[in-house]
């Protein structure tokens, strides 16, 4: 079974991040947002029909493409 992507968590969820496959333009702007393997991410909120999603990684709130965030592998976490 594959790793669940950070597109799959809901509100109040938390994941740590297992790989980022994503294209190099987009990889480098995770890396300067913070998004690093084995960073524990946090989802906020999501919007409807497949709208982007709000997450905070370390101190850093961040609100993605939900295509971005599909290119996120994670491992989930039980909620806090």
Avoid: N, W, Y
Wanted: hydrophobic share 40%.
């Amino acid at each position: 079974m594959s790793e669940p992507r950070l597109s799959s968590l809901h509100p109040g969820d938390s994941a740590i991040i297992r790989a980022i496959s994503a294209e190099e333009s987009l990889h480098h702007r995770l890396l300067a947002l913070g998004f690093r393997i084995g960073k524990e991410i946090h989802m906020i909120r999501t919007a409807r029909f497949r709208g982007p999603l709000q997450v905070r990684i370390g101190t850093t709130e961040v609100i993605m493409r939900r295509c971005d965030a599909d290119k996120i592998r994670v491992s989930h976490q039980t909620a806090q």
